[in-house]
Nanobody, 122 residues
Framework: QVQLVESGGGLVQAGGSLRLSCAAS????????MGWYRQATGKQRELVAS???????NYVDSVKGRFTISRDNAKNTVYLQMNSLKPEDTAVYYC????????????????WGRGTQVTVSS
């Protein structure tokens, strides 16, 4: 089995910064993609940022220039550096991994973290 453990959420004032981390452990052969999603109260979950094997990244327009996603392949860890935070960034943030558990796997598996609360006060 694979487990994802998130850390780094909390309460911060507008304009502040937070860094989220998500480490995967367990049966992992290779990781294709990592990403961060968020879900604000009463809203649908949305993709915030993603990074794939080759290092290409993708961001939702509302965080471009403020958030940076990165990965440490040796540690099976993905990070989200969040700067210039705004009250509208308040949400539960979930990490997501798309991976192969063994060499013979034909399909990718999707795993989610339990979520970490980010609250930005005005």
């Amino acid at each position: 089995q694979v487990q994802l453990v998130e850390s780094g959420g909390g309460l911060v004032q507008a304009g502040g910064s937070l860094r989220l981390s998500c480490a995967a452990s367990g049966s992992i052969f290779s990781i294709n993609a990592m990403g961060w999603y968020r879900q604000a109260t009463g809203k649908q979950r949305e993709l915030v940022a993603s990074i794939i094997t080759g290092g290409s990244t993708n961001y939702v327009d509302s965080v471009k220039g403020r958030f940076t996603i990165s990965r440490d392949n040796a540690k099976n860890t993905v990070y989200l550096q969040m700067n210039s935070l705004k009250p509208e960034d308040t949400a539960v943030y979930y990490c997501h991994f798309q991976l192969l558990k063994s060499y013979g796997d034909r399909y990718y598996f999707d795993y989610w973290g339990r979520g970490t609360q980010v609250t930005v006060s005005s």
